[in-house]
């Protein structure tokens, strides 16, 4: 199963699902320039809660040229139907290496990993 990094907790993450191993699936993704998103987005994209200083911040994003990704995380109960579902994005650099990678995971399941950094 491939993964996708993210050096912080995001207010966007549905916690329940990232923290007790939830699934998360590729749903689709896009190109898109920064400058075309609104504020708002972009605020709900990159606010995360710095640890170390104790207070929220949102990443910052020093490209234009971006990928977005839609995950869809889900938990099921035993017998396979969904508990909870939640939708939600990510933007990431815009590299053609990484476009093609994440296109390949369409409809896959991933695996969420937050390394965060002090």
Not at 42 to 71: M, P
Request: glycine share 2%; aromatic share 16%; charged share 30%.
């Amino acid at each position: 199963m491939e993964r996708i990094r993210f050096s912080h907790f995001y207010y966007k993450m549905p916690s329940r699902f990232v923290c007790d191993n939830g699934h998360h699936i590729i749903m689709n993704i896009f190109t898109a320039k920064i400058s075309e998103f609104d504020k708002n987005f972009l605020d709900y994209d990159t606010k995360y809660w710095d640890k170390k200083e104790q207070i929220s911040k949102n990443y910052s994003l020093d490209f234009e040229n971006a990928i977005i990704i839609v995950i869809f995380s889900y938990s099921k109960n035993n017998s396979g139907e969904y508990l909870d579902k939640r939708m939600w994005t990510t933007i990431r650099r815009h590299v053609p290496s990484k476009l093609a990678f994440y296109k390949k995971q369409i409809g896959k399941e991933i695996e969420i990993v937050i390394e965060e950094k002090d």
